[in-house]
């Protein structure tokens, strides 16, 4: 078997597998300017596909350079996925969310923008812009020459004064430049150097913002979810209560791709629920039985912790 081929049969079983789920919490429609999917057809598929609760989270950018700044305005968004969630409502749940770009100048346009209008649900993400380092044309340089930790450093900071803003329900793919760094550094270099994530996940668990296992890693060139299972598992030990999984798809065929395996990672974390907000407050999403029956994932009961990650109490 070819790589491809190979690939391909892991697609298909992985398809396969994406089924029967209670939630998608991260979902692009043709309402983002990367994406080109109906909501109609994310709505047939969750049917389809037994995913019965279904975030519509579009992007929303604060940047005047950046691709959604002022792309659609707010009423036509909430009006498409209000009118949607109503033709569908007997058979699929439709939450109306939005992934808004995180960046520290921009801070007070993002709080005024929560203030002034109401979404079901929030994600909060740091995304790689047009002065980004991590773009494909300066990648290389800038990882040349630097220790690994400091390279990515600039990201994990940007996640964590995310975090401490409070404005969000969860945090989006807290390792997003694991995708773009993926030529040059592994997801073993990640896993080696866990003080990146620690400051991230104390600022999620202390200020009670949610956790997302975002499923897209599994279709790009990082090779696993943003983040890993053995992040999941730490954030769980070091108090994270709040946790949510999405395919962050963009393109009908991503709908729930590899959703079964962020279920898994959940569950093997410890989590036996999913949070979402809809609208007025959170609300519990059982984790399936058959994912908690599986307990601990194998890659978890050795935890793969490297000797300079700190020891955590009572752990
Ligand atoms: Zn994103
Ligand atoms: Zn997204």
Do not use: C
Request: aromatic content about 10%; charged content about 25%; glycine content about 8%.
């Amino acid at each position: 078997m070819t790589p491809h081929q190979a690939r391909a049969a892991d697609d298909q079983t992985r398809a396969a597998d994406d089924r029967d789920l209670p939630l998608d919490a991260h979902l692009h429609t043709d309402l983002s300017p990367d994406a080109d999917v109906p909501i109609d057809v994310y709505a047939a598929m969750a049917i389809e596909r037994g995913i019965d609760e279904i975030a519509i989270t579009d992007h929303v950018d604060f940047d005047p350079g950046a691709p959604a700044y002022a792309y659609v305005p707010f009423e036509t968004r909430e009006r498409v996925v209000r009118e949607a969630a109503e033709r569908w409502a007997d058979r699929v749940a439709i939450r109306f969310g939005v992934e808004l770009t995180y960046q520290r100048r921009h801070e007070e346009a993002i709080r005024d923008h929560l203030r002034r209008y109401r979404y079901d649900f929030t994600i909060g993400s740091v995304h790689i812009g047009p002065d980004s380092p991590y773009r494909a044309e300066t990648v290389a340089a800038w990882l040349e020459g630097r220790p690994f930790a400091e390279a990515v450093e600039p990201y994990f900071r940007e996640v964590e004064a995310a975090a401490r803003s409070g404005l969000f329900d969860v945090l989006g793919h807290i390792d997003f430049v694991k995708r773009y760094t993926a030529q040059h550094r592994t997801a073993a270099d990640y896993a080696a150097a866990p003080e990146l994530y620690e400051p991230v996940l104390r600022a999620l668990v202390e200020t009670g913002t949610g956790l997302e296992v975002n499923t897209s890693g599994l279709r790009q060139a990082a090779g696993e979810t943003y983040p890993s299972a053995a992040i999941v598992a730490w954030f769980r030990e070091l108090g994270g209560r709040t946790i949510t999984a999405g395919s962050d798809a963009h393109r009908a065929e991503s709908f729930a791709f590899g959703l079964a395996e962020g279920y898994r990672i959940v569950a093997g974390g410890g989590f036996g629920e999913l949070t979402v907000r809809r609208a007025d407050r959170r609300h519990a999403v059982s984790v399936p039985d058959r994912f908690l029956a599986q307990g601990r994932s194998p890659a978890l009961s050795r935890p793969i912790r490297p000797a300079t990650m700190p020891d955590l109490p009572g752990a």
